[in-house]
């Protein structure tokens, strides 16, 4: 079974970190490019960062720049999403995907929730 299952998400305060994961199940990370996307409440999900295979970043939302970093471990089959400086507009579910997205790919999500 093909699965993605995104982890690391949590409660905390304005100006702080999370390293978010992406792992892959049933299926070999290090052959796709992986993309995180973001839904906040009321919002349409949006794409925070995306990779190639090779590790070339190609893209990063306007908001996420010089805070976020996307990055991957092939040998642990593991895509992170390194978040600095977190805004309580960060807020949302954090999902990952390949790169182009396949919709029957899409996880459950992880929550990140900032706020003092």
């Known amino acids: 079974q093909v699965q993605l299952v995104e982890s690391g998400g949590g409660f905390l305060q304005p100006g702080g970190s999370l390293r978010l994961s992406c792992a892959a199940a049933?299926?070999?990370?290090?052959?796709?490019?992986v993309s995180w996307y973001r839904q906040a409440p009321g919002k349409e999900r949006e794409l925070v960062a995306a990779?190639?295979?090779?590790?070339?970043?190609?893209h990063y939302l306007d908001a996420a720049k010089g805070r976020f970093t996307i990055s991957r471990d092939n040998a642990k089959n593991t895509v992170h999403l390194h978040l600095n400086s977190l805004k309580p507009e960060d807020t949302a579910v954090y999902y990952c995907?390949?790169?182009?997205?396949?919709?029957?790919?899409w996880g459950r999500g992880t929550q990140v929730t900032v706020s003092s």
């Open positions: 995907n390949t790169w182009p997205t396949r919709g029957d790919y």
């Open positions: 049933g299926f070999t990370l290090s052959n796709f490019g």
């Open positions: 990779i190639t295979r090779g590790g070339e970043i190609i």
